[in-house]
């Protein structure tokens, strides 16, 4: 699985191939399924000139997934982007794996 990625202040877009067809997707839903890489960018473009697509496909980033990778490892890649409308309250918070310790009041490491 093979994918170009840009985000914009609308969304991330991705073109992914899908077997022998890219889909065009905005966030996670999926808008067409095309024959070329090229023909889902201009389907893109039209369908949201809002959002000011680069023209051609070298202005996308382009990311390889190789037959030894796992398809999550991909998934984690694009999923860094936040678009700038999100509410960070609805977010999951990160909290840590260390387990919550109390100091020892007095007491030193070395005996």
Do not use: N
Request: proline share 7%; aromatic share 8%; glycine share 6%.
């Amino acid at each position: 699985m093979s994918q170009y990625v840009f985000p914009t202040s609308r969304g991330l877009f991705r073109i992914v191939r899908h077997g022998h067809r890219w889909r065009s997707l905005v966030e996670a839903r999926e808008l067409a399924r095309h024959d070329t890489a090229e023909a889902a960018l201009d389907a893109l473009r039209i369908a949201w000139p809002q959002a000011r697509l680069p023209q051609f496909l070298s202005g996308w980033r382009y990311l390889a997934q190789s037959p030894d990778l796992p398809r999550a490892r991909l998934a984690r890649a694009t999923a860094t982007f936040r678009p700038s409308g999100v509410d960070l309250g609805s977010m999951r918070a990160r909290r840590s794996r260390r387990t919550p310790c109390r100091p020892s009041l007095g007491a030193t490491d070395q005996r």
